[in-house]
């Protein structure tokens, strides 16, 4: 007989958390979907077949090609081998539109590791492999299609995925420092301290968030450097987003702080901070996890809205929003629907963040079912 | 009497009721107003009255919760006031507070080792296998296994959670325990324990004790001189005995009378005192006796003027004049 320990009464929050998370299925494939996703983004330079500078002036607005394994009309008949048609360009006399037809006679080998643009892996690597690519760099493979400029979608769409998620997340990281760290003062200490920071909260959530982001991108000089933009739009959003979660961090410190533990920890010689942080903020810690993940969403939207309305970032650098400025006309959009694919994404990822967020905050009161 | 470990002389505590748009205080609550106690090395000092008596608020201002209006809290002699910041930190260790309630005042996202632990490693005052080996000693002498070092609050009866909280109190070593009505939360089986423990620790480590309950018998049974506190004061004060069996303010008499009597053949006897409800308005003191409007010794004239002094340990103009009948005249 085997011997089971019941190890329920000396679990940590934590693995209380992580049993209840489990039952919620949804939020737990979203939770698999987003670590993929940040495994993309950790890898971008090897997984794209391109850099996000390439461009095929040869080949703009071109559709996606389906990627064969094997094809039975070249000159032995059927034989395997992983590859894509060529295009075949055609331009129309009178509106000028060139339009592509696959070619199957013209076959552009895919294999797996090859050669392509160098690179540098994690900042700090050299490579020149891809995960996967045409053989000859020269040639066209667009899984995805390619832009307006003749750049690869699905190339531009992974490294898209990079700037777009690490603007959410940390952007949503500053704003929960700002947000914790003030909510927690002005709801332990309260007096003046409580009354300017509420005073301050308030005055942000008077201003509508778009004409203000919109006021403030504006400011920015255009021929600025591209990273610091990037992280100039970032502190941006969360200088905007941290209200909110000042507010709910200031009504928790309020309600806890009359409570027995908290002067008994001030009377065992704790200093406030360590009182705040050590003895108050982990009662609540998983709520704000929880509440993390629910507005990375909201992040990403308004940097794919700003982007978008070309107030945000700008290329070189590529973004969901950058990449859907090219799908706002409507004469563009009807000869090329792929365009779209970011957009998707974009919908994917913030119904993912939307799902764990809500299974983390269903499972984080253990104590509750 | 040995040597004096605490003198508190002439304490006011007063609590913002009403500002005025200017921020200046204009309706106060005058929970403590003018206490001097005195307690001895080694010995139970039992503070008794009703809710709202501001029991409480002196034992917090006693352990530094509250800070004091007015007046001056002396320990070993020097004044806590007067203390620098180190100063005021290691008298807080030498005066801890064992709370009331045992749920509230258990951090329920904290382990035991963590609880009981940290007042040594908030001030950095042990780690690793000493701390380790000083919350496993302390529970042991509480009477909890170490094996429940690692489980949290929620696992625990009442009386093993107040089992917790002595141990956080005694683990840096305190000459004077504030117990803040330490055994009301608990079942009537579990208070004799929990009595008994703070007894035998008293003994083991010559604890001095601020025993602060509403319960006459549980005081009863472990004081050695009694404080009873009506409105802000103290009204009597004197020996366990002495007191029990002579009272000699009719506030005290009435607490006696209210006092269960478990025998049945001895009920009926000496009939109980009800008081009327009506408790004066803390933030409006009346003159003279604060009592006078629910006694029924009360003369008008002589009880609701000026201000009377605890003279012979007693706060009443008439204390020699009224013969009162206490708890032990009672059961015998």
Redesign the interface.
Known sequence: MSVTVDTR??AS?RQLVWWAFKKHRLALISAWLLAFMFFVIALCEFLAPFDDRHRDSAYTTAPPQVLKLWDTDGEEGFRWGLHVDGYTSTQDPESLRISYEADPDDRVEVGFFVKGEEYELFGLIPMERHFMGPHDPEDPMYLMGTTTDGQDLFSQLIYATRVSASVGVIGVLLAFILGIVLGAISGYFGGWADNGIQRVIELIMAVPAIPLWLGLTAALPVEMNPLTRYFIITTLLALVAWTGLAREVRGRFLAMRS???V?????????HG?VMFR?ML??FSSHIIAALSLSIPTMILAETALSWLGMGLRPPVVSWGVQLQDASKWSVLSGAPWLLIPGLCVVIVVLAFNFVGDGLRDAADP?KH | MSEQLLEVSDLHVRFPVRRNLLGRVTVENHAVSGVDLTLYKGETLGLVGESGCGKTTLGRTIVGAQKPTSGSILYDGKDLADLSRREQAASRRRIRLVFQDPFSSLNPRMTLRQIIGDPLVATGEARGSELEERIAEMMRRVGLSPDYMERYPHSFSGGQRQRVNIARALIVGPELVVADEPVSALDVSVRAQILNLLRELQAEFGLTYLFISHDLSVVENIADRVAVMYFGKIVELAGTAELYETPHHPYTEALMSAVPIPDPALRGRGGRILLPDELPDPTSPPPGCAFAGRCRHALTGRCDTGMIPLEGGVRCVRSGELKLQGLTAKTN
């Open positions: 009464p000396t929050q409570e027995e533990f002067t008994s920890a001030r009377l065992d010689g704790s200093s360590r003895h982990p009662s104590y």
